[in-house]
């Protein structure tokens, strides 16, 4: 039997807003939808959706992510709760913003049921309902962060990519052009690529080395003596 102690208590709406960011090998990107509900029907929004009583927040990002787009085991970190008490007309809602990192081009989104998903250049995306565009700014910056810290830039690059790639999406996420030697120098001080004999033969005469993350030998280097990816 199901005991309800806190019936006195005011209910609220737990929402769920997923912050979707691809790269194309040339641009930064974001993932909205055209909303097909009232409140703010017909115009851009995040993908989203409600907590249900059987799971937790991350379970339910997971859910809604997977439910309407087909993508799964990607990149998500929780990033932000928003609890403005108007900030969704509908009703009183409380909701908690995630952020999605994939590369566009390997992700073929199996089972879409958002036909009016579109990807925008970020820096061209429309404005967006509620309080989505704070929730966007925020992921943009945390992003950046995280880029400069930590190697979550590859989870935006296909498994195998040229150095010319990497240095491009750096750049798109820090809004700001890079030295291309001390890119590369500082890249490979790193130490966690791997030099592969494939090259890209489509962005020059001579091709360009293609390359891969070691992610074995980066996790063992903070294992050992705490290394920080630092760009």
Known sequence: MELNYYTSEDKVLLAVDCIIFGFDKHHLKILLVKRNI????GKWSLIGGFLKQDENLDEAAARVLETLT??????MEQLYAYSKIDRDPGNRTISVAYFALIDVASHQFEGVQLESAQWFDLEEAPKLIFDHDQMVAKAVSRL???ALTMPIGFELLPE????RQLQTLYESILDKKLDKR????KINSLDILIKLDEKDMTVARKGAYLYT?????????VAEDGFSFKI
């Open 182 to 185: 001390n890119f590369v120098n």
């Open 38 to 41: 009232e409140p703010e029907k």
């Open 144 to 146: 950046r962060r995280r």
């Open 160 to 163: 195998k990519f040229t150095m």
């Open 213 to 221: 993350f070691d992610k074995e030998k980066y996790d063992r280097k």
């Open 70 to 75: 087909g993508l799964h085991d990607i990149y």
